[in-house]
């Protein structure tokens, strides 16, 4: 693999103003408290002989974010792993003919016609509210899920659970905490047939398929707990956010709250009319973040604000892929040209742009476009944003390039691979 760098620092922090000294220790002091113990008030110290707070046994504890790239070529079914921190690409097991590859923050799951295979990319992150810890442990291939066709589709959960969802065998519900064993569970079956489900705080927020059905919320067990006076006709697309878990209707989006045992659901309607065309039904985001984005047909992106329960609609011009880092960033859009297009949310305008490294770049995004290939398809070009850098895909010219969006869409580094890359996802955050 070639890298291609930057002379600026590469993966720069944000710049901040320097907290007082007096803060500082009061800080350092609070934080240390909070992380002495793993419950209880913190005051106790450990029991001697116990494993320091936040151990995890086989992995490692770093200071810092352990960001990795899955790439898959589809059509070859070869799979990479490149760990942004070290730059080293790992070669695993991949899955001929996947036709999608999404992740939960460490696994990442290759859908495919004989099912949805797993693997543990070993970077990770655990959000205690006022701490995080960071991971990274050895990458391994842990098989398949419970056997479903390529219709399949697994749901970004709560942590506990992840759910696979087909149309031909219903919903399973897999112990996330056994594939953190390196195990494969059997699965708990849901009763009845769903267009969505969704973990979501110990429970299950899901969407019968029967017309007019309203929203529900189950437990583990798969026994409703609660009816939700709201509907999602035609749902397409889900994301998990700060607020809520949001869906994609026929209307605009659905965002179902939890506050303590009590669930509530928001509607969010599309400014006007929309045509089926030009609904948003992938949704993509920086995890953590509240700012969802959308393709909005060929030549324009959404923006949903979930804390302002708004949509917004920029014209990008003809885009290929679209994602943002949430409120203050970019809009990200990549062009069927090839030129990377930054945007400004609130008013639309164009705030900076930035052409591919390489011509054979710039030519393959316009094949793509020529050959038929559109956003969200296997073999596709992508983003994925994470706290400071935007990582876009490149099938045709092998490559993935870090952009800096805080610094005029700087290409910060490139990775020469040698594979095609048409299908993307980031863990480790």
């Known amino acids: 693999m070639t890298i291609h760098r930057d002379p600026a620092r590469r ?253 509530t659901a928001v509607k969010i309607p599309y400014p006007q009319d929309v045509p089926p065309g030009e609904r948003a039904r992938d949704f993509r985001l920086r995890p953590g973040s509240d700012t969802l984005t959308a393709l909005a047909g060929d030549t324009s992106v959404w923006v949903l604000d979930v804390t302002d329960r708004a949509w917004k609609r920029v014209e990008t011009g003809p885009v290929l892929a679209a994602n943002t880092a949430g409120e203050g960033a970019p809009l990200l859009a990549l062009g069927t040209d090839g030129t990377l297009r930054g945007f400004d949310v609130d008013t639309g305008e164009r705030t900076d742009q930035a052409a591919l490294r390489a011509l054979p770049a710039r030519d393959g995004v316009r094949n793509a476009a020529r050959d038929g290939i559109r956003a969200g398809d296997a073999g596709a070009p992508d983003i994925a944003v994470d706290h400071s850098r935007a990582y876009v895909s490149n099938p045709a010219a092998k490559r993935v390039d870090e952009i800096d969006y805080n610094d005029s869409l700087r290409v910060a580094r490139s990775f020469d691979l040698d594979i095609r890359p048409g299908l993307m996802v980031e863990t480790g955050r």
């Open 11 to 263: 993966r720069a922090p944000l710049p901040h103003a320097p907290l007082p000294r007096a803060l500082v220790t009061v800080l350092v002091a609070v934080l240390a408290v909070g992380c002495t113990t793993g419950g209880g008030s913190g005051n106790e110290p450990e029991p001697s002989g116990s494993p320091p707070h936040g151990h995890v046994e086989g992995a490692r504890e770093s200071a810092e974010q352990q960001a990795r790239l899955v790439l898959s070529d589809p059509a070859t079914g070869a799979a990479r792993v490149l760990d942004l921190i070290t730059e080293k690409v790992h070669r695993v097991e991949g899955v001929k003919g996947a036709t999608a590859l999404t992740t939960d923050g460490r696994f990442g799951y290759f859908h495919a016609p004989a099912g949805v295979s797993v693997l543990d990319t070993g970077a990770w992150m655990v959000d205690h509210g006022d701490h995080v810890h960071y991971y990274r442990a050895d990458i391994r291939t842990l098989g398949r899920l419970t056997p479903h066709g390529g219709d399949a589709r697994v749901s970004r959960g709560d942590g506990t659970h992840v759910a696979v969802t087909t149309g031909s065998r219903g919903t399973v519900l897999h112990r996330r905490g056994d594939l953190e064993q390196g195990r494969i569970g059997a699965g708990r079956p849901l009763t009845g047939r769903h267009a969505a489900v969704v973990p979501f705080r110990d429970h299950v927020v899901a969407v019968p398929r029967a017309a007019g059905a309203g929203v529900t919320v189950l437990d583990r067990a798969g026994e409703e707990t609660a009816s939700l006076k709201a509907e999602c006709r035609d749902p397409r697309g889900e994301a998990v956010t700060r607020r809520g878990v949001v869906l994609g209707c026929a209307d605009g989006a659905l965002l179902v709250r939890a506050r303590g045992e009590e669930f």
